[in-house]
Each structure stands twice: as structure tokens, then as C-alpha cells.
């Protein structure tokens, strides 16, 4: 290859140099007239007779995307696309107070804002945003006012915690990959189904994100944080011959596309995922079994999201009026009430910690979406549950925010799981022939791949390969059923288990892990995978929906579960054979 000679080699210099300026001025501007209109905010926003505001945040949110699908081989439509908005938060009244944590409705202003460095035209829409973010706080505090003045509230909580001025600023990320560099290798993860005749369903899809968010509030603290994102999802869908609906997914997050771009690594993964599927279709269905049960790798670390971690968030539900305060008692945490209590088992303990940036952790951060540093929390020591996850909304019995405000609301980072006196694979296998033995069971049960709410049949949510809205509330979070599990006999033998589904599992079972491994996974999601709410994610397509979750999980034996064969009526056959392989 002939090398670039000195002209053209100082000619992409300086477009280089020409491109960062340029994004230097946009972001200088942008600042500029965050500053500017925060100051004449904080100094002149007031409405006669009524209060000023005592408390603004401006967010903004920059950023690119692209992303794009395939299914066995052929490339569905893509996507690029670079925006910019503002969200601004105001609050009137006092940090005892003030507009919010009332029903009335969030207090917030939404705008899009200019790419440019248009400083004239950034402060317009801040202030447009502003102004109609404060005349809504006024709306909301006088109705809160108006709820409460006839009321003996059992709770005296304030509204707003407070929080030392903090400020940070990082460089921006590398450069996203080309559409055609994503475009290319979605094409060939998905054309590896096309030489699959028993896969009847399937879908690929990647997404990048690389984007810029900056923060500035009245009480001084200010923050530039880059927000990168890369995920590539895979789903495949067959059924057995007695109609059975069968699936399984791969998912791979980073934070930079050459951290999940492996093509062989990814290859093998959706090879074996496929295989195991493939050899469902001829396994037999879970009788009712009631007995112990292990969970390994990625089924553990699923179990764990479902059914404790939205425990682990220090959710206040608001004041509500008459009309809304039954429906929303449901959503409350019962872990507010067992501070200090056991949850786990005693030989375990959790923390989060957002300070993890490597090895395969994903989910850390330097600063909240509040401006508070980063800081690594404890939740339960020895089985006891020290705090929960919290920002700056106050919560009963948590004094202040643990910097775990992602979005709107708490969510967890990086979660370690560490267990004392952790067993090696072959022990746990032992204890669990054990305790089949003690229940007088043929067999255990080692689930080593549970579902995932994002990722279903389209035949769950009534057609189209979207995930659909998870059921359950944090009263009672619902469980995925098992999607690679096996019967496990004192000899050593497995046989596969083509599908079963759990009883209701509480939280409460955590107390009773009889074992867990020396050894942990780290298994990365998006926020949204166990959020009590539910998600949508669009399999294999170009989005990521939430926040990187990371959690460090060893295997977990527990003691008794309740498995049973899937309920429901099964739908018939394709009538007529696939077409990649009718001869």
C-alpha cells in the first residue's frame, strides 16, 4: 500500500483538528447558555405573589445513534440519527416541601435543542423549557397543598436531600463505527440461521450509542459525562412436534463497539445456543417437581434481577389523593421496612459500585444523573439489609443519596454478590444430590439459561418481535421460565428438560440458599430487564433500552422450588414445511 504522502498526511490533520474545534465550540456554547439561563432563572423567574423557584436542574442529552437488523441473512431496514434535548427540573416551595412527590404530575420541561453553537437560539429553548417547567411546579405544589391541608400525613418526609456542590468533566469518546462495519456483521450472525431448518423464527440486531450529557443546577454542581452504549441482541424460535413454543437469545453489551464485535466469539455462542434449542424440540417437558434446585451463570444472575433487585431501589411513592392512593400502594418496597433485617442468606452479602470501570463491568459511572461522585454502597452484610439504593428524593430511614440516580429514578451499577465459604462446581452438585436425597427425589434440577422479559415469543405479546411489558409489581415480581435446564441424577447423568416454568417466587427464598460458588459470572443487561414496570426492547433492533446493569453473581443452590410443565393450549404446526429447505 503506498503510503499517504506529507500533504495528505496534514491535510487529515488538520480536518481532525478542525472537527474536535468544532465540537469544542458547540459544547462551549452550549455551557455558555446553560450559565446564562440558569443565572437569569435563579435572579428574575418569578410570578407575581407566588414563590421563585429554589431549585433548577438543566439535563442535556446529546447524542448519536445508529443501528440496524437482519433475519437469516437479509438486512432489515437501518437507522442514524443525532439529536439534542433538555430536560429541566423545577422545584418552588422548600427542601421540606415543594412540588414534587405529589400525583399532580412531574414538574419538568422537555425541549429539543439546536446542534449547533447557536447561543441566541440554545437559551430560547432552555427558556421556553424553563418557563413552562416552573408555571407546572406552581400548578402541582398548589394542589399538593390543597390534597394535604385536610390530612394528617403519617409520614413527615422532605422533598429534597441535600447534596455537596460537586463538579466533573471528561473528554469525549472515540468515534462510532461505520453503519456498514454493523450492517456487515449483523447480516452474518443472522445468516448463520438460514443453514438451520428446525430454527423457524429468528432475529438480529445491533445498536451503538455515543452521546454527551451535561448537567448544571442552582446549587453550583455541574458535570460533562460521556454516555456510550453498544449492544448486539440475537433471538431464535422454534417448536417442537407437539406444537411447544421454544426459544433462546444472545446478548452481548459494552461500552464501545469493539468490545462486542467478536464475530468467532459470537459465532460460537449463537452455534451453541441454536444446538441446545435444536435439542429441546425432542426433550421432554418438567413433571411437577418440588425440590432443590441450582441455578448457574446466567440463570443465577437472571433469578437475582428478577426477583430481588428491584427490591434494592429506595423507591418513595408520592402523596397521592384519594383517587390514586390505592392503585399505587401496590409499587411500594417492602424493603423499606426491613432495614436491619435479614434478606439473604447469612453466609452472603451485596454491594454496588458504580467506581467499577473493567473487567467486564459495564454498568459504572463517575457521577448520578444528580451531580453526586460516584461511591460504592453496601446493601446487606452477612444476609442483613444495611440501606437500598436512593437519589435525592427522600426516602423513610435513608438519610441522603447513595449517587444512583440513572434517569428518573434509583437503579443499581455494578452488584457483587460474594458469598463466604463458597463451593467449588463439584461440591454444589454433591449438595444438591444430597439434598434430593433428603427430599426423596430421583433427581435435582440445574437451570443454567432462565428468560429474560425483553426477549419472548412473538406469540407472547400477540405477533411482531417486540418485548413486551413485564407483569408483576415489587409486591410480587414475576419469574421467567427456564430455558436450558436439566434433570440431574445421583450417578452424574443430566437429561435435558425441553421447558418449565416456576411457581411464584418470593424474595423470602433468598433467606434460605442452602450454598453458593466459589466462583462468580459477571452478566451485563439494561435496566430495563427488571425493572417492576416493565420494558419494551425491540429484539434485534436498534435501540438500548436503559442503563448498563453488571452483576458479579456465583452459582445459588437453593433448598425447595416448584417447577411445573407450561399451562395453556399450544398452537398448531406451520402447515407447510420451511421454505430455505422444502425440496
Known amino acids: 500500500m503506498k503510503k499517504p504522502t506529507l500533504s495528505a ?28 439561563e440558569m443565572a437569569r432563572t435563579m435572579e428574575q423567574l418569578r410570578m407575581e405573589d407566588l414563590e421563585a423557584p429554589y431549585f433548577v436542574a438543566y439535563t442535556v442529552r446529546d447524542t448519536e445513534r445508529m443501528g440496524t437488523h437482519a433475519r437469516f441473512g437479509a438486512l432489515l431496514p437501518s437507522s442514524e440519527s443525532r439529536s439534542r434535548s433538555i430536560t429541566v427540573e423545577v422545584r418552588v416551595g422548600d427542601a421540606s416541601f415543594d412540588n414534587t412527590n405529589f400525583t399532580f404530575g412531574p414538574s419538568m420541561g422537555f425541549a429539543a435543542l439546536p446542534l449547533g453553537d447557536n447561543v441566541a437560539e440554545l437559551r430560547r ?74 430454527i423457524m423464527e429468528s432475529s438480529a440486531g445491533a445498536a451503538v450509542r455515543r452521546g454527551r450529557i451535561y448537567y448544571l443546577n442552582s446549587e453550583g454542581s455541574s458535570f460533562v459525562r460521556n454516555d456510550p452504549g453498544a449492544s448486539l441482541n440475537v433471538f431464535a424460535q422454534t417448536q417442537a412436534p407437539d406444537g411447544t413454543v421454544l426459544h433462546d437469545f444472545v446478548t452481548a ?13 459470537l459465532t460460537n455462542r449463537v452455534s451453541v445456543m441454536a444446538q441446545a434449542l435444536t435439542a429441546r424440540r425432542s426433550a421432554a417437558p418438567v413433571d411437577n417437581y418440588i425440590g432443590p434446585v441450582l441455578f448457574e451463570g446466567q440463570a443465577a444472575a437472571e433469578l437475582f434481577a428478577q426477583v430481588f433487585m428491584p427490591r434494592l431501589m429506595g423507591l418513595r411513592l408520592p402523596d397521592a389523593n384519594p383517587r390514586f392512593g390505592a392503585s399505587l400502594s401496590q409499587f411500594g418496597n417492602p424493603f423499606l421496612d426491613k432495614l ?30 444528580e451531580g453526586v461522585p460516584a461511591q460504592a454502597t453496601s446493601l446487606i452484610e452477612n444476609g442483613i439489609l444495611k440501606t437500598l439504593l436512593t437519589t435525592r428524593n427522600p426516602v423513610r430511614g435513608i438519610e441522603g443519596s447513595t449517587g444512583n440516580r440513572r434517569g428518573m429514578t434509583p437503579a443499581p451499577s455494578n452488584l457483587l454478590l460474594t458469598a463466604r465459604r463458597g463451593m467449588s462446581s463439584e461440591e454444589l452438585l454433591d449438595e444438591l444430590m444430597l439434598l434430593a436425597e433428603e427430599r426423596q427425589v430421583e433427581y435435582g434440577i440445574v437451570v443454567r439459561r432462565l428468560g429474560n422479559r425483553g426477549f419472548r415469543p412473538p406469540s407472547d405479546f400477540g405477533g411482531g418481535f417486540f418485548g413486551g411489558f413485564g407483569m408483576g409489581s415489587p409486591q410480587q415480581p414475576s419469574i421467567e421460565s427456564a430455558l436450558l435446564a436439566y434433570k440431574v441424577f445421583p450417578d452424574g447423568s443430566e437429561e435435558l428438560i425441553r421447558n418449565a416454568e416456576f411457581s411464584a417466587i418470593a424474595d423470602s427464598v433468598f433467606k434460605e440458599i442452602v450454598a453458593a460458588s466459589e466462583s462468580s459470572t459477571v452478566y451485563t443487561f439494561t435496566s430495563s430487564s427488571f425493572s417492576p414496570f416493565g420494558g419494551a426492547v425491540f429484539l434485534g433492533g436498534a435501540g438500548i433500552s436503559g442503563p448498563f446493569v453488571s452483576l458479579s453473581m456465583p452459582d445459588l443452590l437453593f433448598e425447595e422450588l416448584s417447577l411445573r410443565k407450561p399451562q395453556g393450549n399450544l398452537p398448531r404446526l406451520p402447515v407447510a414445511a420451511h421454505p430455505f429447505f422444502d425440496e
Open 253 to 265: 453489551y459494552g461500552n464501545r463497539w469493539d468490545e462486542i464485535a467478536d464475530e468467532d466469539a
Open 125 to 198: 429553548q432552555i427558556w421556553l423549557a424553563t418557563d413552562n417547567a416552573y408555571k407546572t411546579a406552581l400548578q402541582s405544589l398548589a394542589a399538593k397543598r390543597a390534597a394535604l391541608q385536610n390530612e394528617t400525613r403519617s409520614e413527615v418526609i422532605g422533598d429534597l436531600s441535600p447534596a455537596e456542590p460537586f463538579t466533573y468533566s471528561e473528554e469525549p469518546t472515540g468515534n462510532l463505527p461505520t453503519l456498514g462495519e454493523i450492517q456487515s456483521l449483523v447480516r452474518r450472525i443472522s445468516g448463520l440461521f438460514a443453514s438451520m431448518p428446525d
Open 340 to 369: 436491619g433485617a435479614r434478606v439473604m442468606a447469612r453466609s452472603l452479602s451485596l454491594k454496588d459500585d458504580p467506581t467499577l470501570r473493567d473487567g467486564g463491568f459495564f454498568g459504572g459511572y463517575p457521577v448520578d444523573d
Open 9 to 36: 498526511t496534514w491535510i487529515a490533520a488538520l480536518l481532525s483538528i478542525s472537527l474536535i474545534s468544532a465540537a469544542k465550540a458547540d459544547e462551549d456554547a452550549l455551557m455558555q447558555a446553560m450559565r446564562a
